[in-house]
Nanobody, 123 residues
Framework: QVQLVESGGGLVQAGGSLRLSCTAS????????VGWFRQAPGKEREFVAT????????YYRDSVKGRFTISRDNAKNTVYLQMNSLKPEDTAVYYC????????????????WGQGAQVTVGS
């Protein structure tokens, strides 16, 4: 079992930055692909970014390309989501999730989920 905990959410003005962290316990994270997803009120959970177990491969949803960066530090058992140039439409609860390789962009393929971190972007 892998337990995931997100941190780093908060309130920021449009154009600002936040960095989310996803820290694992129970098992090491280095054998898992990790994804970030988000869910806004009244909407379905959607894919944001994913990174392969070794960190060499990343994918992003189109609306965050060039603004968000996913990375990992396997020595710290942590995956990050650096979010720059934030927009009000980025407001959501952000979740990290883990799965056995390969990476995936679909909620249903992920086995382990964190509790979520609220990100609110003011206009």
């Amino acid at each position: 079992q892998v337990q995931l905990v997100e941190s780093g959410g908060g309130l920021v003005q449009a154009g600002g930055s936040l960095r989310l962290s996803c820290t694992a316990s129970g098992r090491t994270l280095d054998t898992y692909a990790v994804g970030w997803f988000r869910q806004a009120p009244g909407k379905e959970r959607e894919f944001v970014a994913t990174i392969s177990a070794g960190g060499r491969t990343t994918y992003y949803r189109d609306s965050v390309k060039g603004r968000f960066t996913i990375s990992r530090d396997n020595a710290k058992n942590t995956v990050y989501l650096q979010m720059n140039s934030l927009k009000p439409e980025d407001t959501a609860v952000y979740y990290c999730a883990a799965k056995a390789p390969p990476t995936a962009q679909t909620v249903e393929y992920y086995d382990y989920w964190g509790q979520g971190a609220q990100v609110t972007v003011g206009s």
